[in-house]
């Protein structure tokens, strides 16, 4: 597949996830951590013109120069942004609008991916390519918290099933002591944060095969986990009271029932499905309360080749810091990374919401312990 | 006009309204003061399924059981509701399906009131009536908020223009000290809280014949109005300094010279023009830098007949105080006015976007005195 | 008793308030609207050294030039201030170091009010007798806020006893319509508030003779008076929700018996006594149950001379609003009363705190409607 | 040393470091991190009452049953607290009280521990001893907050001067490549969280042999660094502009000169000293300002033999997360470190607060990274 084909091969997949969506579902923006789905195709279009076309193409006519301000994230380096808890007071540009810069700047990028492309600039195109599938991982937890939130709980997909088939058996497999490499090894695209590969020293450690599932985890409920302050760390026990948190997101106990928000609607609990949904706070307690731990990021990344993954996200033990050797890029892509690289936790895997081909084993996905929006899981070690 | 036209032309006029919008512009809540237009054409709807249709037409289906729950603004007799901050997270239902549902309302109703109706009833309904152009009213406003705060300036309506030819000679009309009366007489429709009517006692007073203009609001801003303390009250002046305030909202200083959001985008500021979308504040420190005074809302009543009133809501001096003998009726329709009733200012006239035939000389109008997404002027006293 | 006698008078009695003090009593802000007492000891002092010393005396060698800094309350013609919040982190000046300020500018005043003063000077410093005064209340009311809100529960006064046998019959007094004058006339100090005198009308009306007392309350809250949304106004029965108000301030349910802390310390619930510690709130929705309501304050100064009172604030309907002709005073005196009048109610009468001789029939206090450490009760109309 | 005259020694320092205070400095909190010096006393008093003196001495008198509500710190165990931001709201029990409750409870204590005492009851006094310490430590640094965030600034220590010519050369020593082992090894007093001693793989490093000092901060704040968010984390960026820092907490720019606090008050800053009052947001962009990094706490473990350190706390790299095997004891000390592996980062070395002996070069310190009250300084590895 070349450039091109590559290129509209993810955009289109963007457009498919929005497919089922009411114009509405593309404003809203519930939570700040969850924005419109609009502005993540905006967004998304925006890192190309801005990148890519406008410093290459000569001669290259912006769609519409305000929508830099509009459609800018984080990134300092390229002006004034309309600050992030403000995406969802935004009626325009319209989802018509929008879908009309897509195919602007598709049109142009297309044309422009026609000559031959290679060193730093195809690097970046590369890396445009997976920033648009971390934003379409993002476009569907954030339209599953936009619908699952509603009071109507109107369903994304009415066939929609996940599969709870697919489970390892529940053994721990055993990893050895020793001296092991960590990171990135190779030619292919990768992040900045996976390198430098670099030696860590293991001690020895068993970990699950398996994920926790639903039924384990209402287990540590009804054994009153949640109303228990010692397997919590102090800052998780606050966020417990202050939000009143007494299950998973999207879980809701209904005549004494547990149902489950999924993108088909509102259903019964399943209880061998892999639990997902839940903080690292909630992670972190459960594994207490079982008498284990959440792995490492290294001892993740050295196991993983004993059992399968990519349902779920994995909350680690890991801090989300810098490896032996880190150093940011020059300019905007460098704001890319490092710096969130504090009072985050790692996780590792990929979940049913990652693109394929996006994760690897040394991905380093990071989140704030609090947040649950992702369909997260755990993984225990003793 | 029989009720059930008067019913439909009030109806037709809440989506005339909504007419020039794009659906994303029916959706969001950039404030929490502002609804989104889909909401209060839920919302009035619900007003005339919920007290009209249920309790008086046998076998009546409501529309969708979930719309209790999302309509209701503040009537704590009718059950639980969305908080009013929420609106805003709601994708769902639809523009589309608010339609349905307001066509579904709207034949219901046109054939209930087909049938002769009286007494308690008719009253009820001409309440709705009101209260559905009062919605009306803050459609207006409220879409003025949404396109006038978003950094693309898009316009209602590319022609609107406000005429600011029709302005008084700035005169002072002299009303003699005495005893006269006040609030509602007659048989037409009115609100509670304009009664009863009674008697109060004034002194003398010079109102002004027109409305303060924004040439004249420009020399207070010239003059460091909004720099110098003594002309504001306390919490007036905590709210300049939090909110950094230095204009009436939707104007900009752009290059050296003011410019104004209208309803047909983006203007030079009409100097000529009635000054708009201010503060209670604002209005009493400029009456103090002018070394008069605002109104109370009695000298108001009294001297109305003396001046053209109507093209913006005039702040007045007094507070939201129930009048000797006010009593609120019973039930949800008594949560209408009564409850409001502390700290909040009278407003007194009619402004452009007040739907015909619903003001009055009795009208009493109250926002908090912060609030400034109305249409709200300034008349002086000396 | 001359003014240097007067001025004694009233310097010694804030101290006395104060002897029964802990040094660290003297410190502590529990919330913004409670001051420290060693602050107001400071800040009165400075009014003195400020406005009449600083001025007229020759060579007035002020006592620390960064007093003026910390002891300035809401001047804003006087300079920078330490902000109202911060009072309580301040442990310095000590209190020993305000006590010598106090003595140092009691000297040097008590030296300059032995010549002759007349005019405009003296009614700065009966405005600053006055001031004084207004601080002594506060310095009571925030004494037993610091003391009442102590898990310690520690008295002022074991001896303390407030008189539950002065009471008058609940017999009601009506007082005709007609024009009645309103106003402060005379040659005595009051404030510019009470200016001009001017008349009003009032409509028939009866009014209670006597205060509601705790028994009567406590049958509102037998009765479920905060449960039920119908007696509050709408933002009164969010501060109930809000703040999880279920009794008046100082009221403490402990194993089913009510409670209340007293100077004295916790004593059993004196049902006899006139209730106190109550807000506006309160005050309306316990006269709403009743089917009854609060005297605005043109009511309650004319029926004044028809029953005692003195016992409490009373809360009237009344907002605090100028009276006709009212007009500030030029520079920082001016700063004393007008720039509050917006968003609080009036309050008439006077309490236990209130210093012999400083209140009057046409006295107007003012608080915020949710506000409850003063000693304020209710007086019903019908 | 016996065990009494250990505890006899450390008790006395706590007194010692309050000397010099004036009883309304004992009472204030001017942040939430900063407990009032009388909390202190009382706090590390209830430890040694609750855990030692309660379960061990029969008939031991509680000194007061209400100081287990005002003194209990965050121990869930040991049942309910004054939540930590109103210590500063409490002016009782008094200082002198405060005193009382100290010589009760040593009077018991060094009777108790006249007696042989061993095994886990030695090494709970012992942990008592190291709790009182890390208490002394906060002592200095809440007193130097309190009296340094004063409008008069008053001196703590009028003679009080740090020797600013204790300072190696700033040389950069280089620790070669390997496995290292990390954590308490032996039989003295230690925390849990020094252990488990494990094996850590370090890459070739090169650490300075001596402390960033005022004058190179100075440079880092001459170029710009508080305005360029590229040296910045996203959230250190967001920290400065919220908060408008621009320079280490206690420095002042008075007329163009640089001034600090120090314990002998407000002083010339002497740039040879040791930089110190820093976040680690700052730690951070400064060490990227000079092309450089912090050290990992792995990595300073091992560099510690080459150069002296002690004089501050440094910030590391490294987030503050349990050692493989770490696990936490049962009960009320077993709240004591575990619960706060989230979101903090960890300091190693000492600073001149900090108690003689109570450190050690695996001592694991940690904050969250926006707090500057402690003596915090910067490191740099390349």
Same mark, same amino acid.
């Given at each position: 597949?070349?450039?091109?084909?590559?290129?509209?091969?993810?955009?289109?997949?963007?457009?498919?996830?929005?497919?089922?969506?009411?114009?509405?579902?593309?404003?809203?923006?519930?939570?700040?951590?969850?924005?419109?789905?609009?502005?993540?195709?905006?967004?998304?279009?925006?890192?190309?013109?801005?990148?890519? !076309?406008?410093?290459?193409?000569?001669?290259?006519? $912006? +769609?519409?120069?305000?929508?830099?301000? #509009?459609? &800018?994230?984080? *990134?300092?380096?390229?002006?004034?942004?309309?600050?992030?808890?403000?995406?969802?007071?935004?009626?325009?540009?319209?989802?018509?609008?929008?879908?009309?810069?897509?195919?602007?700047?598709?049109?142009?990028?297309?044309?422009?991916?026609?000559?031959?492309?290679?060193?730093?600039?195809?690097?970046?195109?590369?890396?445009?390519?997976?920033?648009?599938?971390?934003?379409?991982?993002?476009?569907?937890?954030?339209?599953?918290?936009?619908?699952?939130?509603?009071?109507?709980?109107?369903?994304?997909?009415?066939?929609?099933?996940?599969?709870?088939?697919?489970?390892?058996?529940?053994?721990?497999?055993?990893?050895?002591?020793?001296?092991?490499?960590?990171?990135?090894?190779?030619?292919?695209?990768?992040?900045?944060?996976? !390198?430098?590969?670099?030696?860590?020293?293991?001690? $020895? +450690?068993?970990?699950?095969?398996?994920? #926790?599932? &639903?039924?384990? *985890?209402?287990?540590?409920?009804?054994?009153?986990?949640?109303?228990?302050?010692?397997?919590?760390?102090?800052?998780?026990?606050?966020?417990?009271?202050?939000?009143?948190?007494?299950?998973?997101?999207?879980?809701?106990?209904?005549?004494?029932?547990?149902?489950?928000?999924?993108?088909?609607?509102?259903?019964?609990?399943?209880?061998?499905?892999?639990?997902?949904?839940?903080?690292?706070?909630?992670?972190?307690?459960?594994?207490?309360?079982?008498?284990?731990?959440?792995?490492?990021?290294?001892?993740?990344?050295?196991?993983?080749?004993?059992?399968?993954?990519?349902?779920?996200?994995?909350?680690?033990?890991?801090?989300?810091?810098?490896?032996?050797?880190?150093?940011?890029?020059?300019?905007?892509?460098?704001?890319?990374?490092?710096?969130?690289?504090?009072?985050?936790?790692?996780?590792?895997?990929?979940?049913?919401?990652?693109?394929?081909?996006?994760?690897?084993?040394?991905?380093?996905?990071?989140?704030?312990?609090?947040?649950?929006?992702?369909?997260?899981?755990?993984?225990?070690?003793?």
């Amino acid at each position: 597949m070349n450039l091109a084909e590559h290129y509209t091969q993810i955009r289109k997949y963007s457009e498919k996830i929005c497919a089922p969506l009411a114009t509405e579902d593309y404003v809203v923006q519930p939570i700040a951590d969850v924005s419109p789905p609009k502005w993540h195709l905006g967004h998304t279009t925006w890192f190309f013109e801005t990148f890519v !076309l406008k410093p290459n193409v000569t001669g290259y006519q $912006e +769609f519409d120069e305000n929508y830099n301000y #509009v459609f &800018n994230s984080y *990134y300092e380096t390229v002006g004034n942004r309309v600050i992030r808890t403000d995406r969802g007071n935004l009626s325009r540009p319209s989802v018509a609008d929008i879908y009309k810069y897509r195919a602007y700047v598709d049109e142009a990028m297309v044309k422009f991916l026609a000559q031959p492309i290679d060193g730093e600039l195809k690097e970046l195109i590369t890396l445009g390519f997976n920033h648009e599938q971390q934003h379409q991982e993002l476009l569907i937890t954030d339209i599953k918290y936009i619908l699952g939130n509603n009071p109507l709980f109107p369903a994304y997909d009415d066939h929609w099933k996940e599969d709870s088939s697919i489970r390892n058996e529940n053994d721990f497999v055993t990893i050895e002591e020793g001296v092991y490499e960590i990171g990135y090894q190779g030619d292919d695209f990768h992040f900045d944060n996976e !390198l430098n590969r670099h030696k860590v020293y293991l001690n $020895e +450690f068993s970990i699950s095969t398996a994920l #926790v599932n &639903n039924a384990e *985890y209402l287990e540590f409920i009804n054994a009153g986990g949640y109303q228990n302050f010692n397997y919590w760390h102090a800052e998780g026990w606050d966020w417990v009271k202050t939000n009143s948190i007494s299950a998973p997101m999207y879980w809701h106990l209904i005549d004494g029932g547990w149902f489950n928000y999924t993108f088909a609607g509102l259903k019964v609990l399943d209880k061998n499905l892999a639990l997902s949904h839940i903080s690292y706070y909630e992670a972190y307690a459960f594994a207490s309360w079982k008498g284990m731990r959440l792995p490492t990021e290294f001892e993740w990344e050295i196991a993983a080749e004993h059992f399968n993954w990519g349902q779920r996200w994995e909350w680690t033990e890991s801090a989300y810091l810098p490896y032996p050797g880190f150093s940011k890029a020059p300019g905007a892509i460098g704001e890319y990374n490092g710096k969130f690289m504090v009072n985050q936790k790692v996780l590792r895997g990929a979940s049913i919401a990652t693109p394929e081909n996006h994760s690897r084993v040394t991905y380093r996905n990071f989140f704030h312990p609090n947040l649950r929006w992702q369909f997260t899981g755990i993984r225990l070690v003793k």
